[in-house]
């Protein structure tokens, strides 16, 4: 899938740099400042491969890549650029979000760190710096959403936005292949179409043609009063067939608006706060009609896009623009708001703290603003760029926009639903010393479910405890590991009561030596396997911490099989399983001159049962021991 910010709407023209004019970057530089960014990009390329890649060049290629959305490459072409003097600060902002797009989490934690100390009064470097290990937690947390692609109206190309007026469904998309391409991501430019509501699915789009609302260059986001009599929606600066740019030769996003006359949408309008120096875009309607919200790099705004709001008068006409406050709007860019007919606003934001990308925000309605913003967390949010939400609360039903993995096209609208709160239980644990009883803090506490998958990792506080969320009637694992101790794990059983309590034992690292071996809890290898196990490493890891306590400690790894199997294959699958467990141990930072391995296959056995063995004698067999060879 083709990733892209949504057009028309991220303002690109606040963030163009003073572009270097000189005769080899002249013709990308110039489509560049004209938002043709994947025209650009292949310009910038043909540079490199003349050799001609300068680190302007790198940055303009990650700016590029960065504003259609492909994060993998504008993390490459960052890279070149971030450890060098006198970095933008945006630039590295940018790097950083690449990074945490593409999943990196500490190296994005180490680049908003700088960027916080290039720029530490900025609202985003000050909500990082709040809480910089926010991303695990945000992403630990159950999702609210529940969003499922509309397969019937989503297409290759981009699909956005969602209004639902009656059984009407009002969205836009770059399906229409007649139009010509637009140079920002090589679709067609937007137009907007109309679906139905049949039987609760919507279906059967078609372009909205009956009207004069469509015209050859972009439409976009749309809002329709309450009495379904006017729709504002969002173009280029395109009216009465001229087609305006601002003085850098740039055409702009504007407002209009339309009547619905004689059963079609005509009459369009210029609204009185359009300009073609900068844009305004994506109207919203709060419930009673009276307050249009919209978007706009105006200047007097905090960053890239600001969004406003603007009185509605009775004649329809509107008053003066104000900005929303600055728990609002950030230095990054807010788009896409929405109201809801509880007066909340939602809206989505690259500036407030997200997974990646656009982010969809809540803030509740309070007083003549906004309250705190809330981000929406997983289900409605990704790593990829999440928008245009749409929601009804009393229905609990509403409409996303993303291009996550998994859809159809560049962009996709979603059905979203407000999920049942799931039953969960508190667990408590509390990680002690086993002889002293005394609390241990700073232990890393991880919780797993039954098939070993982890689901959340915490570190114990001075009374040695943490709390960890769970579904009722489901058995966990908790595993603790602290350094100069032993690690344990237990099992917190099913329950469907609120909370449940657990307590995990750690010896002094020292109680695993017994006379000449390291005495761990058995390893064991799946039948005619040699991987380590997620439960081999965690009792390896003792082996590690022990080793790394004592750095003259030399061990010998011997591994031995059960008696299933010719003696040839056990000694070469012994073998085998003796190589991953040193290998895992020299992975973990021990120098490979500590650690050997070597396998016995079945010729000691630790039951001599022959072919009368059990399965509990068999497995018992199939082990691995540590013998200290110096110490």
């Given at each position: 899938?083709?990733?892209?910010?949504?057009?028309?709407?991220l303002f690109?023209?606040?963030?163009?740099?003073c572009?270097?004019?000189?005769?080899?970057?002249?013709?990308?530089?110039?489509?560049?400042n004209?938002?043709?960014?994947?025209?650009?990009a292949?310009?910038y390329?043909?540079?490199?491969?003349?050799?001609?890649?300068?680190?302007?060049?790198?940055?303009?290629?990650?700016?590029?890549?960065?504003?259609?959305?492909?994060?993998?490459?504008s993390?490459t072409?960052?890279?070149?650029?971030?450890?060098?003097?006198?970095?933008n600060?945006?630039?590295?902002?940018?790097?950083?979000?690449?990074?945490?797009?593409?999943?990196?989490?500490?190296?994005?934690?180490?680049?908003?760190?700088?960027?916080?100390?290039?720029?530490?009064?900025?609202?985003?470097a000050?909500e990082?710096m709040?809480?910089?290990?926010?991303?695990?937690?945000?992403?630990?947390?159950?999702?609210?959403?529940?969003?499922?692609?509309?397969?019937?109206?989503?297409?290759?190309?981009s699909?956005?936005g969602?209004?639902?007026?009656?059984?009407?469904?009002?969205f836009?998309?770059?399906r229409?292949?007649t139009?010509?391409k637009?140079?920002?991501?090589?679709?067609?430019?937007?137009?907007?179409?109309k679906?139905?509501?049949?039987?609760?699915?919507?279906?059967?789009?078609?372009?909205?043609e009956?009207?004069d609302?469509?015209?050859?260059?972009?439409?976009?986001?749309?809002?329709?009063t309450d009495?379904?009599k006017?729709m504002?929606?969002?173009?280029?600066?395109?009216?009465?067939?001229?087609?305006?740019k601002?003085?850098?030769?740039?055409?702009?996003?504007?407002?209009?608006y339309?009547?619905?006359?004689?059963?079609?949408?005509?009459?369009?309008?210029?609204?009185?706060?359009?300009?073609?120096?900068y844009?305004?875009?994506?109207?919203?309607?709060?419930p009673?009609?009276?307050?249009?919200?919209?978007?706009?790099?105006m200047?007097?705004?905090?960053?890239?896009?600001?969004i406003?709001?603007v009185?509605?008068?009775k004649?329809?006409?509107?008053?003066?623009?104000?900005?929303?406050?600055?728990?609002i709007?950030?230095e990054?860019k807010?788009?896409?708001?929405?109201?809801?007919?509880?007066?909340?606003?939602?809206?989505a934001?690259?500036?407030?703290m997200?997974?990646?990308?656009?982010?969809?925000?809540y803030?509740?309605a309070?007083?003549?603003?906004?309250?705190?913003?809330?981000?929406?967390?997983p289900?409605?949010n990704?790593?990829?760029?999440d928008?245009?939400?749409?929601?009804?609360?009393?229905?609990?039903?509403?409409?996303?926009?993303?291009?996550?993995?998994g859809?159809?096209?560049?962009d996709?609208?979603?059905?979203?639903?407000?999920?049942?709160?799931?039953?969960e239980?508190?667990?408590?644990?509390t990680?002690?010393?086993e002889y002293t009883?005394?609390p241990?803090?700073?232990?890393?506490v991880?919780?797993?479910?039954?098939?070993?998958?982890?689901?959340?990792?915490?570190t114990?506080?001075?009374?040695?405890?943490v709390?960890?969320?769970?579904?009722?009637?489901?058995?966990h694992?908790?595993?603790?590991?602290?350094?100069?101790?032993?690690?344990?794990?237990?099992?917190m059983?099913?329950?469907?009561?609120?909370?449940?309590?657990?307590?995990?034992?750690?010896r002094?690292?020292?109680?695993?030596?017994v006379?000449?071996?390291?005495?761990?809890?058995?390893?064991?290898?799946p039948?005619?396997k040699?991987?380590?196990?997620?439960?081999?490493?965690?009792?390896?890891?003792?082996?590690?911490?022990?080793?790394?306590?004592y750095?003259n400690?030399?061990?010998?790894?011997?591994?031995?099989?059960?008696?299933?199997?010719?003696?040839?294959?056990?000694?070469?699958?012994?073998?085998?399983?003796?190589?991953s467990?040193?290998?895992?141990?020299?992975?973990k930072?021990?120098?490979?001159?500590?650690?050997s391995?070597?396998?016995?296959?079945?010729?000691?056995?630790?039951?001599?049962c022959?072919?009368?063995?059990?399965?509990?004698?068999?497995?018992?067999?199939r082990?691995s021991?540590?013998?200290?060879?110096k110490r």
């Open positions: 899938m083709k990733k892209i910010y949504t057009i028309l709407f690109a023209l606040s963030t163009t740099l572009l270097a004019q000189n005769k080899d970057t002249k013709k990308a530089d110039a489509l560049y004209r938002l043709q960014y994947t025209d650009a292949q310009a390329q043909k540079l490199l491969k003349k050799g001609k890649g300068s680190r302007y060049v790198f940055e303009q290629l990650g700016n590029s890549y960065y504003n259609i959305n492909d994060t993998k490459k993390e072409y960052y890279k070149r650029v971030v450890k060098g003097r006198n970095v600060p945006e630039t590295v902002y940018n790097y950083a979000q690449s990074l945490k797009a593409n999943g990196k989490f500490s190296d994005y934690n180490i680049y908003m760190k700088q960027f916080a100390k290039a720029l530490p009064n900025d609202s985003r000050i990082f709040k809480n910089p290990n926010y991303v695990p937690k945000l992403m630990e947390e159950r999702p609210q959403f529940s969003a499922t692609n509309m397969k019937e109206i989503n297409t290759e190309f699909e956005f969602g209004v639902l007026v009656g059984k009407d469904f009002y836009s998309s770059a229409n292949t139009r010509k637009y140079g920002w991501n090589e679709e067609p430019y937007l137009d907007i179409y679906a139905e509501d049949v039987g609760g699915t919507i279906k059967n789009a078609e372009l909205l009956n009207g609302v469509n015209t050859k260059y972009h439409e976009g986001n749309i809002a329709i009495d379904g006017r504002y929606f969002d173009r280029n600066d395109y009216y009465r067939g001229k087609y305006d601002s003085a850098e030769g740039v055409n702009q996003i504007n407002i209009f339309a009547e619905w006359v004689d059963g079609k949408w005509q009459d369009v309008q210029s609204v009185s706060i359009n300009s073609s120096e844009s305004s875009g994506h109207p919203a309607l709060s009673d009609g009276n307050t249009l919200y919209f978007v706009s790099d200047p007097g705004g905090m960053g890239m896009s600001d406003y709001k009185a509605v008068k004649d329809g006409s509107l008053g003066s623009p104000v900005r929303l406050g600055a728990n709007n950030t990054g807010e788009v896409f708001p929405f109201i809801d007919t509880n007066g909340d606003l939602y809206f934001s690259t500036g407030h997200g997974l990646g990308g656009l982010d969809v925000f803030a509740p309070e007083g003549d603003g906004f309250g705190a913003v809330k981000n929406l967390g289900g409605i990704t790593s990829e760029d928008f245009a939400f749409i929601y009804n609360p009393n229905t609990e039903l509403g409409y996303l926009s993303s291009n996550r993995t859809g159809m096209g560049s996709d609208i979603y059905t979203t639903k407000k999920l049942e709160p799931p039953c239980v508190q667990m408590f644990v990680v002690v010393n009883k005394a241990l803090a700073g232990a890393r991880d919780f797993y479910d039954t098939l070993g998958n982890k689901l959340s990792t915490k114990s506080g001075e009374d040695g405890s709390t960890f969320i769970a579904e009722c009637d489901i058995a694992e908790v595993q603790a590991v602290l350094t100069e101790f032993e690690s344990n794990a237990i099992t059983e099913k329950a469907n009561n609120t909370t449940i309590e657990g307590r995990i034992l750690l002094p690292i020292e109680e695993i030596i006379d000449d071996k390291v005495v761990l809890n058995p390893i064991y290898f039948l005619d040699s991987n380590i196990t997620p439960k081999a490493a965690f009792e390896l890891d003792k082996l590690v911490a022990l080793m790394k306590k750095p400690m030399v061990i010998k790894a011997e591994s031995h099989t059960d008696s299933r199997s010719s003696d040839k294959y056990n000694l070469e699958l012994s073998e085998r399983r003796a190589q467990t040193v290998q895992y141990v020299i992975s930072g021990i120098d490979a001159s500590r650690i391995g070597e396998g016995f296959g079945e010729s000691k056995p630790k039951i001599a022959g072919a009368n063995c059990t399965e509990a004698q068999h497995q018992q067999n082990r021991e540590f013998i200290i060879v």
